[in-house]
């Protein structure tokens, strides 16, 4: 009788590359959020949007590609894809793999998602169907309005020509790239994969939040809001950004004698079943649960745990519950209190802000939590002041629209 016996590789963490509302690099990134201060304002652009009543967002409004990116290679890219890009060179290069031959091999592979693509494209499909004329499309028309367009343009502009997963999944797109990211590796099917998520705000966002009561209209008091967990917290805030991670073999980094920021040592995820939108507390129990048992740790090692946190009623209420049932009280804080609700780029935005807090021993609290709804579960809240503390492992959670739900554990490379 023949057996095989499957080798478990361990996964690296080595490059990221950052385009938020709070800035690109870390220490602008940490400087927010040692502050206080959250990147959300009032969006007068939005005023003529009639029936809207939401007029906040967190824009990232400094973004613009370098010189170097010609109109030839970048005219199949709307703003998603062209951040989404960006942030993988900005990545690649923290990694030391700019240009490497590696990357243009099948040794490297694609795991990144959007929400959406580019709704400017998507408007010139509309003009056909509203005005029966094609004037508005040209052959990159799809290309960019395709929910698929990040990941694809990553691959044509890097050469890529390993596995490519798609993982535009709403608010778990860039945590479910990083998970898929990880279990390529960790089976052995690629040595390098570049994974995370990027989003570009636009209106009809909001507007969907909006009709289902889901938004915040503070609009008067921008840095009020949104607030996770509140009692008085009246729904999220969008926001928009890219965000890389270069996931590698642990061996492979090592031999080139890279720089490990963490190592991935756990990820599950699955789907509610039950309901488009309203959460269901026993499922995302069970991601959670089952992350840790794919982690092979104990709970206890979990120190922090970065939620979802998207101040809406019943998603933090079930959230906290799932979080509580499995993990009991642990410290928790929600980073859309800073950048708004970012959907397909909150999972790795947020995992890499989580590292890089557990490696400097810190842990930044929520903002705008003053009253603890008591609804939510009695977990440890980080709030009002910054937490120091030690810890060598971190969760980072994500639920999203169709019941998808994610857990990613990281540990501290010692």
Not at 99 to 117: E, K, L, N
Not at 266 to 277: C, E, L, Q, R
Not at 299 to 319: F, L, N, S
Request: glycine letters at 8%.
């Amino acid at each position: 009788m023949n057996t095989t016996v499957s080798t478990v590789h361990r996964v690296a963490i080595t490059g990221v590359g950052n385009i938020s509302a709070l800035g690109y690099e870390w220490e602008q990134v940490k400087a927010h959020l040692l502050s206080g201060k959250s990147a959300v304002r009032y969006m007068p652009e939005w005023e003529k949007y009639q029936g809207m009543n939401t007029r906040l967002a967190a824009p990232v409004d400094d973004f613009v590609l370098p010189k170097s990116y010609s109109k030839k290679r970048t005219r199949s890219m709307g703003t998603v894809a062209q951040m989404a890009v960006r942030a993988t060179e900005l990545a690649l290069e923290d990694a030391g793999l700019l240009g490497d031959d590696v990357i243009r091999s099948s040794d490297t592979g694609v795991a990144y998602g959007s929400a959406t693509g580019s709704s400017d494209a998507a408007l010139e499909f509309f003009h056909l169907l509203e005005n029966h004329s094609t004037d508005k499309l040209n052959s990159t028309t799809y290309l960019r309005m395709m929910a698929h367009t990040a990941a694809v343009n990553i691959s044509v502009y890097y050469g890529t020509q390993g596995r490519m997963y798609t993982t535009s999944s709403a608010c778990t797109s860039g945590s479910q790239g990083i998970g898929f990211a990880y279990e390529a590796i960790r089976n052995g099917q690629q040595k390098i994969m570049i994974a995370g998520g990027a989003e570009e705000l636009c209106p009809t966002q909001a507007g969907v939040f909006d009709t289902i009561f889901a938004a915040s209209t503070k609009n008067d008091k921008p840095e009020s809001t949104p607030s996770p967990f509140d009692v008085q917290r009246d729904g999220l805030v969008l926001g928009e950004g890219a965000c890389t991670l270069i996931l590698e073999s642990y061996d492979h980094a090592r031999a080139r004698g890279a720089n490990i920021l963490a190592e991935v040592i756990g990820f599950a995820t699955n789907t509610d079943g039950s309901h488009i939108v309203r959460p269901n507390k026993k499922t995302m129990s069970r991601v959670i649960s089952d992350c840790i048992i794919n982690a092979n740790i104990d709970a206890e090692a979990i120190g922090y745990v970065c939620a979802h946190g998207t101040a809406t009623e019943h998603g933090d209420i079930a959230e906290t519950h799932a979080t509580f049932d499995v993990l009991g009280s642990k410290p928790i804080s929600s980073l859309k209190s800073y950048t708004g609700h970012t959907l397909g780029v909150c999972g790795a935005f947020e995992a890499w802000t989580s590292i890089n807090m557990m490696n400097e021993n810190w842990f930044a609290p929520t903002l705008n939590l003053t009253s603890i709804d008591e609804r939510c579960a009695p977990l440890d809240y980080i709030r009002d002041d910054i937490r120091e503390l030690t810890t060598d492992i971190v969760m980072s959670n994500n639920f999203a629209f169709g019941g998808v739900n994610t857990s990613l554990l990281f540990k501290r490379v010692i």
